[in-house]
């Protein structure tokens, strides 16, 4: 009996053991994570209770989001300005799905819950006054924004501007786009049902393209090609065969050049004219002499294969493949195969040319201001070192420069002449990726003034837009690369700096008075 007794003693001992670890598990260890899940109501209808905090972009302050006070249960209603226009950067505040975009991954700020403002919340509590949230002021310049959508229209894809010395985010357009305002209204029958329509759509409205979405890079992977190339001590004029095909090892498949003729003539052609026509018998060759590791090493460099971003949630890393044969290898080199990238790493790759060959981690959120206009946190130029590597240098100066001169040739007199601006030095690549059937994937990526880089851009458009399966990115993408790369020199003629009084002015409106406080061979080659 004595026995007994024991073993049940013990039993309930280790019972009551694993219990408290539990408990302190879920509330210690996992308090964060539970309390941020989307899943966690209670914690959503909690959030309803503090006036959220604005999101202001440019440099005149524009409101983005902001609050409204109700008379119903919840007492505040997320508001969104011109709510499609930003919806996939500040994202959704939903009481039925929860947070997305930056709404998600700023929570802590927007509620005022963030470490830096323990001690003001500590002040108001022991003072019985409201937490109220902090502002976010955004990177985004709505001329940019604006610019970035009329020039998509109403095709399939996206757009994003970085600032090259920064990694200031000017622009993130993915198309099409849904409004925010629809899913954050007290309504949830209203709710339900915008959201069963969005996911419905085969569009797919709700990804945001710029950081969520795959696509094969086509010919402007050969800036990573070259780069690679340039890096392994190739000279940029260096000469190759200009075959009309490129037998590839170990099979009988070939890789042709767009309009399935040579590239100079069949003369010798050297890196430079390559990048210039985009030549994929010559790129598919340099990917053969250098080989898979020496590409994988220098797209790494670039950022593929890693977290860019990080102020918004669950981005995707763009892809480069860790093993490949000669054939593989080749059509990588071209963009294809398994190679995938996201428009923002496209833009990052024309970014860090652009500045010396230095990566700048792209950011959307400049800093974060309390309700009398105080900075309490500021997010600016941050060098980005890809995992595994020491420093944020992709590239030596020197590459980047003969990299930035085969560009500017590339827009002035080869296949990216449509992104040529009257007086203005761009340097760019165009890619058209052919993914099987159907119209292929169309790019451009590049970055202005040439001399004096303050704008990179990446656009992308599915299906080739309107063109049809005739489409290339020097026809269809590079023509909104100028849009775009207009619209941002012209942004930031006077500086990119937000305003804090500007942003003070902005918040006090909505702030109440009574608150004193504080792949195939037949790739097109562009």
């Given at each position: 009996m004595t026995h007994q007794l024991k073993v049940v003693g013990v039993l309930l001992l280790a019972m009551f053991l694993a219990l408290f670890v539990n408990l302190n598990y879920l509330q210690v260890l996992r308090a964060d994570d539970l309390a941020n899940d989307n899943r966690n109501s209670r914690q959503l209808i909690r959030e309803y209770e503090i006036r959220r905090g604005?999101?202001?972009?440019?440099?005149?302050?524009?409101e983005v989001a902001r609050v409204e006070r109700t008379d119903g249960t919840l007492r505040y209603r997320r508001q969104y300005t011109d709510g499609p226009l930003y919806a996939h950067s500040t994202g959704y505040f939903s009481v039925v799905f929860g947070r997305s975009e930056l709404e998600s991954s700023f929570n802590d700020y927007l509620i005022g819950s963030a470490p830096e403002a323990f001690t003001r919340n500590l002040t108001d509590l022991l003072a019985g006054r409201e937490r109220t949230?902090?502002?976010l002021v955004l990177t985004l310049q709505p001329q940019v924004q604006q610019a970035a959508r009329e020039a998509l229209g109403d095709r399939r894809g996206a757009v994003?501007?970085?600032?090259?010395?920064t990694g200031a985010i000017l622009a993130l357009w993915s198309a099409p786009s849904y409004d925010p305002n629809r899913l954050s209204s007290h309504d949830r029958t209203e709710i339900n049902t915008y959201w069963d329509e969005l996911q419905d759509d085969p569009a797919r409205p709700l990804v945001n393209r710029v950081v969520r979405e795959w696509y094969p890079p086509g010919s402007t992977f050969k800036l990573v090609v070259a780069a690679a190339a340039l890096e392994q001590g190739v000279a940029p004029d260096r000469t190759y065969p200009d075959p009309v095909e490129l037998e590839l090892p170990q099979t009988t498949a070939t890789i042709r050049n767009f309009g399935r003729g040579t590239c100079h003539g069949g003369a010798p052609i050297t890196l430079v004219e390559a990048m210039v026509v985009s030549c994929n018998t010559t790129f598919a060759q340099i990917g053969l002499d250098l080989g898979a590791a020496a590409l994988a090493e220098q797209a790494e460099a670039f950022g593929f294969n890693d977290q860019i971003i990080e102020q918004l949630p669950s981005p995707l890393d763009s892809h480069f493949p860790a093993e490949l044969n000669p054939p593989q290898t080749a059509q990588a080199a071209i963009g294809q195969f398994d190679v995938r990238s996201t428009p923002l790493q496209m833009?990052?790759?024309?970014?860090?040319?652009?500045?010396n060959g230095v990566l700048m981690r792209p950011h959307l959120v400049r800093e974060v201001l309390d309700d009398r206009g105080e900075r309490i946190a500021r997010f600016g130029a941050e060098p980005f070192a890809p995992s595994g590597r020491g420093d944020a240098?992709?590239?030596?100066?020197e590459t980047a420069r003969h990299l930035r001169d085969m560009m500017v040739r590339a827009v002035a007199a080869g296949t990216g002449r449509a992104a040529a601006i009257d007086g203005v030095d761009v340097a760019g690549k165009t890619g058209t990726a052919e993914g099987g059937e159907g119209p292929p994937t169309v790019?451009?990526?590049?970055?202005?003034?040439?001399?004096?880089?303050?704008?990179?851009v990446a656009v992308v458009l599915e299906d080739g837009g309107d063109a049809g399966e005739g489409a290339t990115g020097g026809a269809v993408a590079a023509p909104v690369a100028r849009v775009v790369l207009e619209a941002a020199l012209a942004a930031t003629d006077g500086g990119a700096a937000a305003a804090g009084s500007l942003a003070h002015d902005a918040q006090q409106q909505y702030r109440p008075v009574a608150t004193p406080?504080?792949?195939?061979?037949?790739?097109?080659?562009?």
């Open positions: 604005l999101m202001l972009a440019g440099d005149d302050a524009t949230g902090d502002d994003v501007a970085l600032e090259p010395r833009a990052l790759v024309s970014s860090a040319i652009a500045n240098q992709a590239v030596s100066q790019w451009f990526s590049g970055f202005a003034p040439a001399g004096n880089p303050r704008v990179a406080r504080t792949t195939t061979s037949r790739t097109a080659s562009g």
